[in-house]
């Protein structure tokens, strides 16, 4: 269509005025912002390109992480709007071009590319209206509904509106360009309503609609960096920019001996990265949704954690900026409750993995953690309990380190001392050697990998706690000191492969470990157990029961190194078993036990007990397929499960249990059940020693 | 105001302590050591004063062998300000009476307001030294106590004693003391602090000056107490679970077996 300002040198002025005022605006505060951000420590975010150039086109552009299943159809809502507005922004960059010079962008008047503009345009318009009914009719609980998301979505349906408008009365007044198709969708409007136009209005109604268009686009430039919908343009780098190293793997503190403040004590000493992700955020809610703590009534809400720094960095950033030594409030110090919001947190990386724009609440809080921990020696009793004990006596719960080996007494489990040429260490970790219970899974380990003829060993009273409970309690230092003692001891013995049967443990030496310089073959039981099964090497005989066996994911197994599938294989080859799904929170919506994070080692008495919210989903998923078993792979469920059958009183028809437990009875001859009954179960306590 | 903390250094809580091979000693090869429990609660306690009025300075004192020193390091750790190690070939045989004098010698030359020690040691349970050092000294003193501060300062703003809370069946009592005084701890308020990682690694470089046991005037001969032998308790029999038949079935099987086994009925 003919711009009105064609021919008019006042009019081409007063445009060019409108938008370099907006977008100057625009680029103003994007400066500002830019300068707070570069506030943040260094952080090298460039290793795999590539693999960051596909994070762009799947996540990015193509919305994948907005498609999750409870949330489908605003995924769908906003890649509509997404999507559109990728569309149209190329129009109305030619509705200015054409505007000042008379010159249209090549291919803006083909066809294709008119109708590609008004269907988007139609579909960001109803997209638009079921966010506003839904604000409006259906709030969802975690979200943060505020004036701001009406003003944007008000600003977006403006945009949407005016260029429908301008449109059909360009074609009433007959504006349209040579050569340029007609947008559909007036042709349709005029089609139902052959003249909504009275009189000769139509010309001065597509001037005002079209002025209205790009007078609005140079206000929503101008108001956008002040509002989280920022979030189209930081999304970019986000994504771009997302941690490439394994979830489970949390940022190594490097030459700690020589620092003298350790995490974040200061908005300075989060990384660019991390207040990037305060200026994506767009209050979406969807990580609180999946937040263990939050649903069971604890202070934390991860979204919150993001929006306190990304507040505290708009607050406080001018003033840092001026001031090169002012290092302002301490993160964990951002409000008095905030400390306990960072120790509620069971690290589970539910919200990590919620949200569409990958931002990395967990990075944060750990380095909060860190702080409040290393600087402050402020750590919740009873955790503080733990990390004394792990100094001490190389385990979380202060047992006599020298009674560490003493369940592999009878029957004998060689150790690398004894036994040095063995190709596998099966590292036993701090629950399977002292917690009664877990002991059983340790025994059932050593029962299938001899059976499958497997040549292991373990490490006995040299083994120390592997120093994951530390680094997730923020006391960076002890886990260096615990991983290097360990690197050390496998190094004597040049340890080439290991095998965990705790989640806690397979994760750290397999992605933390290498940043210490050491780097294994990891397996966690149930790989290597579905390995040999497939191979052959194991048969699996039919046990004298049916079992009926929910799966229930360990975050360190499942969302944290994605291993899904393999203990879910082998209770399939396990004949007389069938799988049952806790649906819907299984796989990525696993829903943690509660004790992750060094959560194992502190009370919980705030709210309900996240291990009785889980229980009550697998009594859900009970009540329709009934369940016998529910099995784990992780010594810290199984704990909390265990607790959490007798706090329901259904400790009598469901038993929680090991994969490798199950695995061990199918190895046996029938009628040799060495189950342990669940009455003679003792667990250590939360917080002993 | 000066503190002084008296600690000993202990087997920690979670060692599983074998006798030696002589019968009268334990067998240190495999041993953690670290603070005794309430000493750490006496250094707490000091501490917390510390924070109160940052013109407390609190010292650490210990009468043991060299590895001692790593006891003073985790005082230092959480806060303390300086360390005095008592050593040497005559430190490492001293009862309890013998290291109350070598520590009254210490006081004597530091001059604190009051000294601290925890209520017992954890290894040998005497519960001796802070009392004998107060009688040595000719100083009052005020046993298991859980908090202490300065009395009301008097219209001259100084400091008229020090009231101390002891905790008793139901409630506390709160003495006051005026002069300098001994004070033994039975727990402090919050947990013993964690040590700041700044705060360890200051502690590793802060110098710890050395006494030689002898020079403080007393010698290995001093020992009034001897151990002549040592045994583990004896093995714990495995327990018995009754569960068979119905409630009331295994309550009179209970009440049997209290009776006639276990003749305590």
Sequence with gaps: ?689 | MKLLVCVKQTPDSTVRVKVAGDGRSIDASQITWAISPYDEYAVELALERKDADPSTTVAVVTVGPTRSRDALRQALAMGCDEAILVTGAAAESLDGLAVARALAKVVEEAKPALVLCGRQASDDDQGLVGQALAETLGWPHVSTITKFRPADAGPAGSVDGIDVWREVEGGHEVWRTSGPVVLTVQKSEKEPRYPSLPGIMKAKKKEIPEKDASSLGVDAGGAKLEIVKMEPPPARGGGKIVKDGDMKQTAAELVRLLREEAKIL
Aim: a neutral charge.
């Design chain 1, 1 to 689: 269509m003919i711009a009105p300002t064609t021919g008019n040198a006042l009019l081409i002025g007063a445009l060019i005025v409108v938008w370099a005022v907006g977008w100057g605006l625009f680029v103003r505060r994007a400066w500002q912002l830019y300068r707070w951000l570069r506030l943040g420590r260094d952080e090298d975010r460039t290793e795999h390109p590539a693999r960051r150039l596909r994070d762009e086109l799947v996540i990015y552009l193509g919305q994948r992480k907005l498609f999750k299943r409870p949330y489908l159809v605003r995924g769908i809502a906003h890649a509509l709007i997404f999507w559109g507005f990728l569309i149209i922004t190329v129009g109305t960059v030619d509705l200015f071009v054409s505007g000042v010079f008379g010159y249209r962008l090549p291919g803006t008047g083909t066809a294709p590319f008119v109708w590609t503009v008004d269907l988007f345009a139609l579909a960001v318009v109803a997209s638009i209206a079921l966010a506003f009914v839904r604000r409006i009719f259906l709030p969802p609980p975690r979200m943060h509904v505020a004036l701001d998301g009406y003003l944007i979505l008000a600003g977006i349906a403006f945009l949407m509106i005016t260029l429908l408008v301008f449109e059909t009365a360009g074609l009433v007044a007959g504006v349209a360009a040579e050569g340029s198709a007609d947008p559909p969708l007036g042709r349709a409007i005029l089609g139902l309503w052959p003249s909504p136009f009275p009189g000769e209005s139509a010309a001065a109604v597509y001037g005002a609609a079209w002025w209205a268009h790009l007078v609005g686009v140079a206000a929503f430039a101008a108001y956008l960096p002040q509002s989280k919908h920022l979030h189209i343009f930081t999304t970019l780098p986000n994504v771009f920019f997302r941690s490439q190293r394994p979830r489970g793997a949390l940022d190594l503190i490097d030459g700690i001996e020589e620092r003298e403040t350790f995490g974040a004590g200061s908005v300075r000493d989060l990384s660019w990265k991390q207040l990037l992700d305060g200026y994506t955020c767009t209050e979406c809610g969807r990580c609180s949704d999946q937040c263990p703590a939050l649903a069971t009534g604890k202070p934390l809400d991860p979204q919150k954690i993001v929006l306190d720094v990304r507040d505290q960095l708009l607050r406080e950033g001018a003033r840092l900026v001026r001031d090169g030594s002012d290092r302002g409030t301490p993160p964990a110090r951002w409000k008095p409750t905030k400390t306990e919001e960072l120790w509620a947190c069971t690290t589970c990386a539910a919200c990590v993995e919620a949200c569409p724009v990958t931002i990395e609440h967990l990075d944060k809080i750990v380095d909060m953690r860190r702080w409040l921990a290393m600087n402050e020696g402020d750590v919740p009793p009873e955790a503080q309990r733990s990390l004394t004990n792990i100094e001490r006596a190389g385990n979380p719960w202060g047992q006599p380190p020298d009674t560490r080996a003493d369940w592999a007494k009878d029957p004998a489990v060689p150790t690398f001392a004894e036994q040095p040429g063995a190709e596998w260490l099966y590292f036993v970790g701090c629950a399977a050697s002292f917690d009664r219970r877990n002991q059983k899974v340790a025994r059932a380990t050593v029962e299938v990998l001899r059976a499958a003829g497997v040549s292991f060993a373990i490490l006995g009273v040299e083994e120390t706690c592997n120093g994951d409970p530390a680094r997730r309690i923020g006391n960076e230092y002890l886990w260096q000191t615990q991983a290097r003692q360990n690197i050390e001891t496998f190094g004597r013995y040049g340890i080439k492969k290991v095998i965990a049967s705790c989640p806690h443990c397979f994760n750290t030496i397999a992605n933390e470990y290498p940043q210490l310089g050491g780097s294994y073959e990891v397996v966690h039981a149930t790989q290597l157990v579905q390995r040999l099964v497939q191979d052959g090497r194991l048969a699996l005989r039919d046990g004298a029961a049916r079992d009926a066996v929910a799966y229930h994911d360990p975050c360190y197994l499942g969302r944290h190194n994605r291993v899904y599938d393999e203990p879910r294989d082998v209770l399939d080859a396990i004949p007389g078993v069938e799988r049952v799904e806790i649906e819907p929170y299984h796989r990525e919506r696993g829903f943690c036990c509660g004790a992750g994070g060094g959560r194992m080692w502190m009370e919980e008495k705030v709210g309900q007990r996240v291990n009785h919210r889980r229980m009550d989903q697998i009594l859900a998923v009970d009540a329709k397929t009934p369940v016998t078993k529910v099995a784990s792979g992780c010594p810290f469920c199984l704990i909390m499960l265990d607790e959490a059958v007798g706090a329901r009183d259904v400790q009598d028809r469901i038993k929680p249990i090991d994969v490798l437990e199950l695995v061990a009875t199918h190895i046996r001859p029938p009628g040799a059940q060495t189950e342990a009954r669940s009455d003679e179960v003792e667990h250590l306590g939360r917080a002993s020693g």
